[in-house]
C-alpha cells in the first residue's frame, strides 16, 4: 500500500523560506509524478508544484520563480523549496502521488494523498 507523509511545515515570516518534504513509501519511484497542493479553508486545493519521473516540472502561476521542487529518488522523497514567502502562501500543503509520469496540478488526478502539513506565512 502506497503511503505519503509530509513534513516541514510550521510559522515564517513573509519573505522567508520553509522546506517541505514528501516520503512516498510502498513504492519505488520508478514511473510517477509527485504533486504539492495547497489548501485553504472553504477553498478547493490549489495545484503548488509538481514532479515527475520524466524530469518535468510543473509550477502554479502564483508560485513560479520562488518555489522548486526537487526529488531524491534514492530515499523516495520529494521535496518542494518555498523561498520569499508571502501571506497568501499560507495553507495546508498535501503530498500526493500517482503512477502515471503526466505532470498534473489538477488534484483529481492523483491516487495517494498525505495528511498534510500547515504553513504559516505572518508576522
Known amino acids: 500500500q502506497v503511503q505519503v507523509v509530509e513534513s516541514g511545515g510550521g510559522l515564517v515570516q513573509p519573505g522567508g523560506s520553509l522546506m517541505l518534504s514528501c516520503v512516498v513509501s510502498?513504492?519505488?519511484?520508478?514511473?510517477?509524478?509527485i504533486a504539492w497542493f495547497r489548501q485553504t479553508p472553504g477553498k478547493e486545493r490549489d495545484g503548488v508544484s509538481c514532479?515527475?519521473?520524466?524530469?518535468?516540472?510543473l509550477y502554479g502561476d502564483s508560485v513560479k520563480g520562488r518555489f522548486i521542487i526537487s526529488v531524491d529518488v534514492s530515499k523516495n522523497t520529494v521535496y518542494l523549496q518555498m523561498n520569499s514567502l508571502k501571506p497568501d502562501d499560507t495553507g495546508v500543503y498535501y503530498c500526493?502521488?500517482?503512477?502515471?509520469?503526466?505532470?498534473?496540478?489538477?488534484?483529481?488526478?492523483?491516487?495517494?494523498w498525505g495528511q498534510g502539513t500547515q504553513v504559516t506565512v505572518s508576522s
Open positions: 510502498g513504492t519505488t519511484l520508478n514511473f510517477y509524478a
Open positions: 500526493a502521488s500517482k503512477g502515471s509520469d503526466r505532470v498534473s496540478l489538477w488534484h483529481w488526478d492523483y491516487d495517494y
Open positions: 514532479i515527475s519521473s520524466s524530469g518535468h516540472t
